[in-house]
């Protein structure tokens, strides 16, 4: 299984991007898909999960609300909406899966950088 992630680019504060995560070469078994983002110097931080069923979304404190996360079954892809962005969500976004849960985020692709200008 690999991931792609795409839809990073430059947006003013209030603007909206949508991200996908695009997974390929047979899915299965995938338990469930996080989206996370790291700002350069800083840690890697939880932003979104969702089961690989479209189900039990699940937010980091204080973004739900401005993001949602959602699962397209037809295309095998994981979406996160961001609405309202803020020059602080400027970060490298990443989608992972996991295989179990619970369980570690064992498979992740390549970033996709966001830039909110103020």
């Known amino acids: 299984v690999q991931l792609q992630a795409s839809g990073g680019g430059l947006v003013q504060t209030g603007d909206s991007l949508r991200l996908s995560c695009v997974a390929s070469?047979?899915?299965?078994?995938?338990?469930?898909v996080g989206w996370f983002r790291q700002v350069p110097g800083k840690e890697r931080e939880f932003v979104a999960s969702?089961?690989?069923?479209?189900?039990?979304?699940y937010y980091s404190d204080g973004l739900e609300g401005r993001f949602t996360i959602s699962r397209d079954n037809v295309m095998d892809t994981v979406y996160l909406q961001m609405n309202s962005l803020k020059p602080e969500d400027t970060a490298v976004y990443y989608c992972?899966?996991?295989?179990?849960?619970?369980?570690?985020?064992?498979?992740w692709g390549q970033g996709t950088l966001v830039t909110v200008s103020s």
């Open positions: 992972a899966a996991k295989r179990r849960s619970p369980g570690r985020y064992e498979i």
């Open positions: 969702i089961a690989w069923s479209g189900r039990n979304p």
């Open positions: 070469g047979r899915p299965f078994g995938i338990y469930s």
